[in-house]
């Protein structure tokens, strides 16, 4: 029998309860009766950032050796956490879809239930028989009835794939950021020998004093330049340059404007 048939026919009943199904129609339920709805969400979506964040720490870089080291001692943990409750978040969502599935004569809207049952022919299946060889005596469904294995397909598709997909996206967003924060690092570094080379130095939030005592505040911040304000001096102005990557490159000194 293919899945898109057997899908509405088997899925439901008492042995589905055992892999997710009752949890997740109660969650479901009691979240729109209480309000607890939102909160649901904002676990998943807390859950989410935490597990895609923990990979995106382990594969960035750090200006330190140890630096590097214990952000990444941090992460572990993290990531144990998110993977969890990621993990349980997916679970229920897949938990939802086959129970909503089960029910024929709740099938509404039908768009929807038409492309939940071709996702079961064209992508669940297949991605299930990628993760698990398909056998009739696998041994998890050996522990279920027929019927029950094909949700246990679904929540096991869903969840694992949806970890590894959460798991590339951290891990890509970490290697995307090296360069970026490499090049900040050196920008801030060069920033601060040109300061010291012109003898410009912060004093406090945004305001600054040069060797010849003459204190600035920041005024405006352009494309390519920020300018200073030298407090007590009317119509005068100062200049710093930068480029595309933040270094600062040329310094006006006070000029009248």
């Not at 870089?61 to 572990?76: A, E, H, K, M, T």
């Not at 991605?127 to 009835?145: C, I, M, W």
């Not at 970890?163 to 590339?168: G, N, S, Y």
């Given at each position: 029998?293919?899945?898109?048939?057997?899908?509405?026919?088997?899925?439901?009943?008492?042995?589905?309860?055992?892999?997710?199904?009752?949890?997740?129609?109660?969650?479901?339920?009691?979240?729109?009766?209480?309000?607890?709805?939102?909160?649901?969400?904002?676990?998943?979506?807390?859950?989410?950032?935490?597990?895609?964040?923990?990979?995106?720490?382990?594969?960035?870089?750090?200006?330190?050796?140890?630096?590097?080291?214990?952000?990444?001692?941090?992460?572990?943990?993290?990531?144990?956490?998110?993977?969890?409750l990621t993990s349980f978040s997916l679970s229920v969502i897949a938990a939802l879809v086959v129970d909503f599935m089960s029910n024929m004569d709740a099938a509404e809207p039908l768009i929807l239930y038409t492309i939940l049952?071709?996702?079961?022919?064209?992508?669940?299946?297949?991605?299930?028989?990628?993760?698990?060889?398909?056998?009739?005596?696998?041994?998890?469904?050996?522990?279920?009835?027929?019927?029950?294995?094909?949700?246990?397909?679904?929540?096991?598709?869903?969840?694992?794939?949806?970890?590894?997909?959460?798991?590339?996206?951290?891990?890509?967003?970490?290697?995307?950021?090296?360069?970026?924060?490499?090049l900040a690092w050196e920008a801030e570094e060069h920033n601060q020998a040109f300061m010291d080379e012109i003898g410009l130095s912060e004093i406090s939030n945004n305001q600054f004093i040069d060797d010849d005592g003459n204190r600035y505040r920041l005024e405006n911040e352009f494309r390519g330049m920020i300018e200073l304000f030298p407090i007590g001096r009317r119509n005068r102005r100062a200049y710093i340059e930068f480029d595309e990557n933040g270094k600062f490159i040329n310094w006006s000194g006070i000029i009248k404007i």
């Open positions: 029998m293919k899945l898109s048939s057997a899908v509405p026919k088997t899925i439901a009943g008492a042995a589905m309860a055992g892999i997710g199904l009752s949890l997740g129609r109660d969650i479901y339920k009691s979240s729109k009766n209480s309000g607890g709805f939102l909160l649901a969400v904002a676990i998943f979506v807390a859950a989410l950032w935490l597990y895609v964040q923990s990979w995106t720490w382990l594969f960035r870089n750090y200006r330190s050796p140890v630096g590097s080291i214990l952000v990444r001692i941090f992460s572990i943990p993290t990531l144990v956490i998110g993977l969890i049952v071709w996702s079961s022919d064209h992508i669940v299946l297949p991605l299930y028989n990628s993760l698990v060889p398909y056998t009739e005596l696998n041994q998890v469904e050996a522990l279920l009835d027929k019927n029950a294995s094909i949700g246990y397909k679904w929540i096991v598709s869903i969840t694992i794939w949806g970890l590894l997909i959460f798991a590339v996206l951290g891990i890509k967003r970490g290697i995307s950021q090296r360069k970026s924060r490499a």
